[in-house]
């Protein structure tokens, strides 16, 4: 009876570290993440956003936005490879056209390149 639960929990932990070997991790990080811009209508306001690559494989970064001034959002560069520990600035414009408080979002997506 002993024999046979040494097994089980023997043949469990070795599973387990298979699975785990197997499992790999994409991480990405943002500087200056949150920002609450005052501006009044009619006002263009340029920023950006940090972007860093903590991973050891070179990743492809995309930029769109997405709320109430998705539309008035430029991004400079939308779309462009990051190469392992490493960082770019990438710049945005944001254009008010009416007063009042709106929320938008810049979205970051990080992808190995490959695949």
Do not use: Q
């Amino acid at each position: 009876m002993v024999k046979k639960y040494f097994l089980v929990i023997l043949f469990s932990l070795i599973i387990l570290m298979v699975i785990s070997s197997s499992v790999s991790a994409l991480t990405g990080s943002i500087g200056n993440s949150r920002m609450v811009l005052r501006v009044e209508a009619g006002e263009i306001i340029e920023k950006s956003i940090l972007v860093k690559n903590v991973n050891d494989v070179p990743l492809t970064i995309e930029l769109f936005a997405d709320g109430d001034l998705a539309e008035n959002v430029k991004i400079r560069e939308e779309k462009f490879e990051l190469e392992p520990s490493s960082e770019k600035r990438v710049f945005f414009t944001i254009y008010a056209k009416e007063p009042g408080t709106t929320e938008t979002k810049i979205n970051v997506k990080f992808t190995p390149e490959e695949g």
